[in-house]
């Protein structure tokens, strides 16, 4: 028993640290970047302030892929005894953080990245009806769609998880 608590105390830290800095770059480092670079007045400042917030959400989208499959792992082993409702829950929760955390890197971040290198100028000197320019931006509300739905799914995770029963016995009082 000490080990499937220690397993789920760890589950709770590593969902915490990863929505802690999932919701951190969304609220506040991405804005601030953005507003910081453009208020500097540089004819370069959206496709500087882009490039920093995609490293920084190319770090957070494959934590939260890496973190879900580790915790798919480990929820397999420790909810064996817990109802089917709840272990599904967990289990589809943690899928779907790992899904679009991946769907974010693998497939819209790095179809962003190439459309960044077929415009050859910054971003900000493309015109907004230019057919790169509106697919890049469609992409970005896709990005910004799929670390939504995975910060959703793994602040289900969380809470399923630390709503979990674990019956312990206690050492009788001598």
């Given at each position: ?64 892929f890496e973190i879900a499959l580790l915790l798919i792992v480990i929820s397999y082993f420790t909810t064996r005894d817990q109802k089917r409702l709840r272990r599904f829950a ?85």
């Amino acid at each position: 028993m000490r080990l499937r608590n220690f397993l789920s105390v760890l589950s709770l830290v590593l969902l915490g640290l990863w929505l802690g800095a999932a919701v951190f770059l969304s609220a506040a480092v991405a804005p601030r970047v953005f507003s910081v670079l453009r208020g500097a007045e540089l004819s370069n400042a959206g496709a500087l302030a882009g490039a920093i917030v995609s490293e920084l959400l190319g770090t957070i989208n494959r934590g939260g892929f890496e973190i879900a499959l580790l915790l798919i792992v480990i929820s397999y082993f420790t909810t064996r005894d817990q109802k089917r409702l709840r272990r599904f829950a967990e289990m589809i929760s943690l899928a779907i953080m790992a899904i679009m955390a991946a769907l974010g890197h693998w497939v819209i971040a790095a179809r962003m990245s190439g459309l960044r290198t077929a415009m050859q100028l910054p971003i900000d000197q493309i015109a907004r009806d230019d057919p790169r320019r509106v697919a890049f931006d469609g992409l970005h509300r896709y990005s910004v769609v799929a670390l939504s739905v995975a910060m959703i799914a793994g602040l289900v995770a969380f809470i399923v998880i630390a709503s979990r029963g674990h019956r312990t016995n206690p050492e009788p009082l001598a």
